[in-house]
Nanobody
Framework: VQLVESGGGLVQPGGSLRLACAAS????????MRWYRQAPGKERELVAA????????NYADSVKGRFTISRDNANNTVYLQMNSLKPEDTAVYYC?????????WGQGTQVTVSS
């Protein structure tokens, strides 16, 4: 299994970013996927999740209405569209695959929201 995140960067408050996670090594269309984030000094937290076919999504209360998770099963990629970004969204964002008793993680991509 390999998960490779991209799309992070520095953005001003109110701005937008689109993260991507390219997946390989497993049957992508068979599994739900998740985005997590971890800010300095804080625990890793679940941001958004999407079902295997993309028909069901869930979000942390802190990002509802601002973030959108989606997936492209033809290209084995999951996305996180982040709008109206706030300084408190600053964190390393990780793509996650969970199979029974095993969590797989990407290397993470840094998102910094600052003026």
């Amino acid at each position: 299994v390999q998960l490779v995140e991209s799309g992070g960067g520095l953005v001003q408050p109110g701005g937008s970013l689109r993260l991507a996670c390219a997946a390989s090594g497993f049957t992508f269309s068979s599994y739900g996927m998740r985005w997590y984030r971890q800010a300095p000094g804080k625990e890793r937290e679940l941001v958004a999740a999407i079902s295997s076919a993309g028909g069901s999504t869930n979000y942390a209360d802190s990002v509802k209405g601002r973030f959108t998770i989606s997936r492209d099963n033809a290209n084995n990629t999951v996305y996180l569209q982040m709008n109206s970004l706030k300084p408190e969204d600053t964190a390393v964002y990780y793509c996650n695959l969970r199979v029974p008793s095993i969590d797989y993680w990407g290397q993470g991509t840094q998102v910094t929201v600052s003026s």
